[in-house]
C-alpha cells in the first residue's frame, strides 16, 4: 500500500562537476552545494515468485536532475515491474519513490563496474522508460529492464490455497540515432537490428555485419554488433 506524502528531500552531496566555493580538504577541493528531490513514501513488498528489481540488492549511485544537478553518493534500486526508481533514506530507511519527471538518468555502482540509465520517450503512446546504456556511441544502444507478471502460481498456505504472480524479466532493446530517435530492435537476432536502422544506412550495416560474420543470438552479441557498426559508419565520414 502506498502513503502518499509528497517529500522535499535536501541532500548534501559533494560533486567534483558542480562548484561554488571549494573547500580544501587534504588538498583537495570539495565543492558542496544542496540539491533536491521530491518523491514519495512506498512500500513496494508483495508476495510473488519472481523478483520486481532489475538489481536485486540496493546500489550506490548518483541521479541526474533535469536542472543539470546531479545528486551523488545515494541508495537507490530501479523496480522494473513499476519502472520507477526507489531512493532508501539512509537516516529513515524509507523508501522513497522518486518523481521521475525531475530525473534524466542515473548511474548504479555494481561490483562489476558502474552501469547508466537515460530516461526515454518511446512507442508506443510516448511512453517514458528508463532504460540503461549498452553501448554509447554515435548510434545508442538501450536495454529497457522491463520485468513482467507471466502467470499465476497456486501455494499452499495454514488457512487455504492462494494466487501469487510470477513476475520475469522481459528486457526490450532500443537503438537511438544521432538526432534521438528511438526505434525498438524486436528480436534479438540480426534481421531485427538491421530493420532498426533507418532505410538509406541498411545496405552499409548490412554489408559491416558481413564484414565481421557479426552473428546475434543475446545481448552480448548485440553489444558487440552494434559498437562494430558504429565504427564501421565512422570510418565512412
Given at each position: 500500500?502506498?502513503r502518499?506524502?509528497?517529500l522535499?528531500?535536501a541532500?548534501?552531496?559533494?560533486?567534483?562537476?558542480y562548484?561554488?566555493?571549494?573547500?580544501?580538504?587534504?588538498?583537495?577541493?570539495?565543492?558542496?552545494?544542496s540539491?533536491?528531490?521530491?518523491?514519495?513514501?512506498?512500500?513496494?513488498?508483495?508476495?510473488?515468485r519472481?523478483?520486481?528489481?532489475?538489481?536485486?540488492?540496493w546500489?550506490?549511485?548518483?541521479?541526474?536532475l533535469?536542472?543539470?544537478?546531479?545528486?551523488?553518493?545515494?541508495?537507490?534500486?530501479y523496480n522494473g515491474?513499476?519502472?520507477?526508481?526507489?531512493?532508501?533514506?539512509?537516516?529513515?530507511?524509507?523508501?522513497?519513490?522518486?518523481d521521475?519527471?525531475?530525473?534524466?538518468?542515473?548511474?548504479?555502482?555494481?561490483?562489476?563496474?558502474?552501469?547508466h540509465?537515460?530516461?526515454?520517450?518511446?512507442s508506443?503512446?510516448?511512453?517514458?522508460?528508463?532504460?540503461?546504456?549498452?553501448?554509447?556511441?554515435?548510434?545508442?544502444?538501450?536495454?529497457?529492464r522491463?520485468?513482467?507478471?507471466?502467470?499465476?502460481?497456486?501455494?499452499?498456505?495454514?488457512?487455504?490455497?492462494?494466487?501469487?504472480?510470477?513476475?520475469?524479466?522481459?528486457?526490450?532493446?532500443?537503438l537511438?540515432?544521432?538526432?534521438?530517435?528511438?526505434?525498438?530492435?524486436?528480436?534479438?537476432?540480426?534481421?531485427?537490428?538491421?530493420?532498426?536502422?533507418?532505410?538509406?544506412?541498411?545496405?552499409?550495416?548490412?554489408d559491416i555485419?558481413?564484414q565481421?560474420n557479426?552473428?546475434?543470438?543475446?545481448?552480448?552479441?548485440?553489444?558487440?554488433a552494434v559498437?562494430?557498426i558504429?565504427?564501421?559508419?565512422s570510418?565512412?565520414?
Open positions: 500500500m502506498i502518499h506524502l509528497l522535499a528531500i541532500l548534501t552531496i559533494t560533486s567534483s562537476a562548484s561554488g566555493q571549494p573547500e580544501t580538504d587534504g588538498g583537495r577541493e570539495n565543492p558542496i552545494f540539491s533536491r528531490l521530491s518523491g514519495e513514501i512506498v512500500n513496494l513488498s508483495m508476495p510473488a519472481g523478483s520486481q528489481y532489475a538489481y536485486q540488492d546500489k550506490y549511485g548518483e541521479v541526474m533535469y536542472s543539470g544537478e546531479l545528486v551523488s553518493d545515494v541508495s537507490l534500486r515491474f513499476r519502472n520507477i526508481l526507489v531512493w532508501r533514506d539512509p537516516e529513515t530507511f524509507n523508501h522513497i519513490r522518486l521521475d519527471k525531475l530525473i534524466k538518468g542515473f548511474s548504479l555502482h555494481l561490483e562489476t563496474g558502474t552501469i540509465f537515460e530516461r526515454l520517450r518511446v508506443p503512446g510516448n511512453q517514458s522508460i528508463f532504460a540503461e546504456c549498452l553501448v554509447d556511441d554515435e548510434i545508442k544502444l538501450f536495454a529497457w522491463n520485468i513482467e507478471k507471466t502467470g499465476e502460481h497456486i501455494e499452499s498456505t495454514g488457512t487455504g490455497m492462494v494466487s501469487i504472480p510470477v513476475l520475469e524479466p522481459r528486457p526490450q532493446y532500443y537511438q540515432d544521432s538526432h534521438g530517435n528511438t526505434t525498438r530492435i524486436r528480436r534479438l537476432n540480426q534481421r531485427s537490428l538491421m530493420g532498426a536502422f533507418p532505410e538509406e544506412q541498411q545496405e552499409r550495416v548490412r555485419a558481413a565481421h557479426l552473428r546475434i543470438n543475446d545481448e552480448a552479441t548485440m553489444i558487440r559498437s562494430k558504429n565504427a564501421g559508419l570510418e565512412d565520414i
